[in-house]
Structures are given as C-alpha cells and as structure tokens.
C-alpha cells in the first residue's frame, strides 16, 4: 500500500506516515494522512488486519466530531473482507467515511480513497 501511495502523481497530493491527522490531537495516529492542496479535509487511512484498527478509526472520527470538530475522511482498507469481525465490520462502515477491500481490487481501493480526496480518476498521472 505505502508503494502504490508515494508513486501516486496527483497534483497537490501529499501522504505522510507517523503524524497525527490533528496537531491538538496525537492520541491515535493513523497509519497514513493524505492531504491535498486546495481541500481542506485531510483523510486518516487506517490498514486492518484486526479489530484493533477498526476500532481506532472509528475513535478518530468520533473524536473529530464531537471534540475536536474539524472535518475528516477516515478511511479503513481492509487487507480482505474477512479482516476482523463481521460485528466490527459493520460498526465501522456506519461510522466512518468508507470501509474498502485491497486484495483483489486494489486499483478500486486505490480510486475509493482518492474519491474522498475528490480526486476523480482522470488526474491522476
């Protein structure tokens, strides 16, 4: 995933890994914030392999809303569909912005998270 992020050629588009999506706020850091110029909605991706992350995503975007109240994309990629349980599955796609599959699909995965960045297909390079 982090290959096919930085070799993405989208005007404006910036992935960092190890910050927080909030300066006021590193209590949960996603594995990546994608930022695009011009937009001022940053996108937190979360990669699931368990339930832990489903569950940090969803206090992020819980956390965005009623403390910090600032706009964000909270996007979990899931390595499969059978990543954690269907209980947490279903939590997490009601509460975050989008819950999407990489194995097998990954340039849709790819497209859904740029989606969210209201990048459309065709400018990216």
């Known amino acids: 995933v982090a290959k ?4 993405l050629a989208v005007d404006g588009l910036s992935v960092s890994t190890g910050v927080p999506v909030f300066p006021d706020n590193k209590e949960v850091i996603p594995d990546f914030v994608l930022r695009r110029a011009g937009y001022d909605k940053p996108l937190a991706l979360f990669l699931a392999k368990d339930n832990e992350k489903l569950w940090q995503a969803m206090h992020l975007q819980m956390t965005a809303d009623y ?5 964000v994309s909270i996007v979990v990629l899931l390595e499969s569909g059978s990543t954690g349980s269907q209980k947490m599955r279903d939590k997490a796609s009601n509460r975050i912005s989008a819950l999407t599959n990489w194995r097998g699909d990954e340039g849709a995965a790819i497209n859904r998270i740029l989606r ?10």
């Not at 096919?4 to 070799?7: C, V």
């Not at 403390?67 to 706009?71: C, D, Q, S």
């Not at 969210?116 to 390079?125: A, I, K, Y």
């Open 4 to 7: 096919t992020l930085e070799t």
């Open 67 to 71: 403390e910090i109240k600032k706009p």
């Open 116 to 125: 969210e960045l209201e990048v459309q297909p065709g400018n990216v390079h």
